[in-house]
């Protein structure tokens, strides 16, 4: 079901972590609220559950205003971080616990629990207690809980980052197959980009309370509303080069070059991803510089280059033969170039 | 001592005050450990055992000795067993069901209110007005000079001070800042057991004889409620405490009441801190002497006034009271014994993370 935040503040004391939250959640979408710790999205999250009151502003689920609503009567469902299974439950009485609440008939509860079981693998456990279960069975438990009674929407918060590495990957792409199955509206809370880009059909990028951009994954990743967004979203980061922009010509301390805009500001940022990079000689690069560190990581070679006053990273081949200390060029293309306004943060077309 | 035999004498020290490894015990240690934990057991179950055969023993036996075992230092008997439950016959069991009723009663109702109590104390956020608590106590004063030296009707007070009470929350008491917090009320729980309980047994006494229930269950189980709930609260908030939030708002999201989760998810999971203190209230309230003396009389009477009745004009009747303090002990023992294997630890474990 369609959500949607109007004006949403929270504060704690005197401390504000929601400033102004405004959020319109499509009907079978897929949200992500991403940011770094502090940023205010678990917050956000627990005021939609119910489990947190709001300071100012309106949330409605399905076009119902539930502001002042209990939990129990938003008809959501949440995964928690810490998966927070009944441990003196089975994992049978823990599935079923939603609906054993609501005082369905046995029959039913015996059939669901065992349907929803199959769909998450966990057919040979319900007889057991989560204390005997590996980490991403209990995970399974969790969803599997969730999902037992049809919610209007689901809330995650952070459901993966309890598991290793290997697993989280394998889990990431169960979640989002269940998503797309089931079709209900999920709003999910992480901090780890990799996560917020391959779930999301759209993404909200928290900071400080603010949200400060809310769009596709790709246009999140392509098209940053501000430095913040740019700086958040890619690894490794996108290289900022700081200068004065006249007539869409970029002029910075290790070069100057062309940009596809037409605009002019004094102090203007220019930003490109070490992907959109390139090291050449040194007669050929839009900017200037020296070596400065050569990381092979495997597929792929990180050349950091000190440009100036800047460091900029060059996401280069693995066959890269460069020394530390060698003069060399950057080049890039320019429309691979972003332009924000120093003062502001803001883009500049 | 020649320099050569040093060593190995060393060696034999070294042995002997050192584990082999982290999880043994060294032999000098391990021998001090055991004759500690010996000598404690001594002192423990001496008293015990000294009842125990006390109870076979005839007067002369006792006047006598001390005697220490049974069919070599003197004869055992049944006088005093057939006294108590033949020749008193109903004024043995009378007082031990009494005791078992107040006792069982009065904790179950202690365990049940205290750690409702608890728990909205470790969950719930409480600002009580110091304003309004001072108003509150001013206007209670009013109302009884009123009655007791004006002479107005209790009834018309009672309605003045409850008008203006509430005319004061929705008026001025907005303006007062300072507020009683959770930790306050805890700790004005806690003070109530501060005291005493000779220094009230005096008003109770009065205020069950006004209300005629004197020498009743009623009045020992109020009575005994009321005295064990600050042990209660204040043991039980705890074990609330150490249970995470999560899972009570995992369940509140999956529809649950807050009293069902109450009592399908927080309950439970301090199941073994409850049977703890449960055992404790239980033998509080078992062994109670001093407010059932005040409170009961021929019908309502528990055990320890009967055992203390043994020593009566002629005298401490030490194999009557033996016999007594044997059967009061015996079912606390048993109880300890069936609920110790439900204070199970590591119930929490696979909650929440690995």
Request: aromatic share 8%.
């Amino acid at each position: 079901m369609r959500i949607s935040l109007t004006d949403i503040h929270k504060s704690f004391g005197s401390v504000e972590v929601v400033k102004g939250l405004n959020l319109d959640v499509e009907d079978g979408e897929f949200l992500v609220l991403l940011g770094a710790s502090g940023s205010g999205k678990t917050t956000a999250l627990r005021m939609i559950a119910g489990l947190e009151t709001v300071s100012a502003g309106r949330i409605a689920i399905g076009g119902r205003d539930v502001t002042d609503v209990l939990p129990k009567y938003r008809d959501l469902a949440m995964v928690f971080q810490s998966y927070a299974l009944y441990p003196h439950k089975t994992v049978f009485a823990n599935i079923a616990y939603p609906l054993t609440v609501r005082k369905r008939p046995r029959g039913e509860i015996e059939a669901a629990v065992k349907d929803i079981a199959r769909q998450v693998q966990l057919d040979g456990l319900l007889e057991r207690y989560p204390r005997q279960l590996s980490g991403g069975q209990r995970q399974r438990v969790a969803l599997a809980r969730a999902i037992i009674r049809r919610p209007a929407a689901f809330l995650m918060d952070e459901p993966l980052s309890n598991l290793d590495a290997k697993l989280r990957g394998h889990m990431r792409a169960e979640l989002k197959h269940m998503q797309h199955e089931l079709g209900i509206t999920t709003i999910y809370v992480t901090h780890d980009q990799i996560e917020a880009m391959t779930l999301a059909h759209r993404v909200a990028l928290l900071e400080r309370g603010v949200l400060q951009q809310l769009d596709t994954p790709a246009n999140i990743y392509n098209r940053p509303a501000n430095l913040f967004v740019a700086g958040f979203i890619g690894s490794p980061p996108m290289n900022f080069l700081a200068g004065e922009l006249v007539n869409g010509q970029f002029v910075a301390g290790a070069g100057s070059f062309g940009t596809s805009s037409r605009a002019s500001r004094n102090a203007a940022v220019a930003g490109i991803r070490p992907e959109d990079c390139r090291v050449t000689a040194s007669n050929e690069g839009k900017i200037v510089g020296e070596v400065y560190a050569i990381e092979l990581i495997g597929d792929h070679t990180l050349v950091t280059c000190r440009c100036g006053a800047e460091m900029v990273t060059v996401k280069a081949d693995k066959e890269c033969d460069h020394r530390i200390g060698q003069a060399i060029g950057v080049s890039f293309q320019p429309k691979a170039i972003h332009l924000f306004d120093r003062g502001s943060g803001e883009r500049v077309e | 001592m020649t320099p050569d035999k040093q060593p190995w004498l060393r060696r034999l020290i070294v042995r002997l005050i050192e584990p082999p490894n982290l999880e043994t015990l060294a032999p000098l240690p391990r021998i001090a450990t055991y004759a500690a934990l010996i000598a404690w057991s001594l002192i423990v179950l001496m008293p015990l055992y000294w009842v125990v055969i006390t109870s076979f023993k005839v007067p002369v036996d006792v006047d006598t000795g001390p005697y220490y075992l049974p069919f070599i230092d003197f004869q055992p008997s049944l006088d005093a067993w057939h006294y108590i439950f033949v020749d008193l016959g109903n004024d043995t069991l009378r007082p031990y069901f009494n005791s078992v009723v107040v006792a069982l009663a009065s904790t179950t109702l202690a365990i049940l209110i205290g750690s409702l109590a608890a728990y909205a104390l470790v969950r719930i956020r409480f600002k009580v007005m110091l304003a309004s608590i001072l108003v509150f106590i001013g206007l209670l004063v009013c109302v009884i000079v009123a009655v007791a030296y004006v002479h107005l009707a209790w009834q018309l007070a009672v309605a003045v001070a409850g008008a203006l009470f509430l005319l004061f929350l929705g008026t001025l008491s907005r303006r007062f800042r300072a507020g009683v917090g959770n930790s306050d009320i805890e700790f004005w729980i806690i003070s109530n057991r501060i005291m005493p309980p000779v220094v009230a047994v005096l008003p109770i006494y009065i205020m069950f004889q006004q209300l005629h229930l004197l020498d009743t269950h009623v009045a020992l189980i109020a009575t005994y409620t009321a005295v064990n709930l600050p042990i209660v609260v204040w043991l039980t908030r705890d074990f609330f405490a150490g249970v995470p939030i999560d899972l009570e708002e995992s369940a509140e999201m999956d529809g649950a009441s807050k009293f069902r989760v109450f009592f399908t998810i927080a309950l439970p999971l301090v199941r073994s801190g409850l049977v703890a203190t449960f055992m404790l209230v239980l033998i509080l309230a078992w062994n109670e002497y001093l407010l059932a003396l005040f409170l009961s009389n021929a019908n309502a009477q528990t055990m320890p006034l009967l055992v203390s009745a043994q020593n009566g004009t002629r005298g401490p009747q030490w194999w009557y009271m033996s016999v007594l303090i044997v059967i009061m002990v015996a079912p606390v023992v048993v109880i300890a014994i069936f609920l110790q294997k439900h204070i199970a630890r590591g119930l929490l474990i696979g909650a929440v993370k690995g």
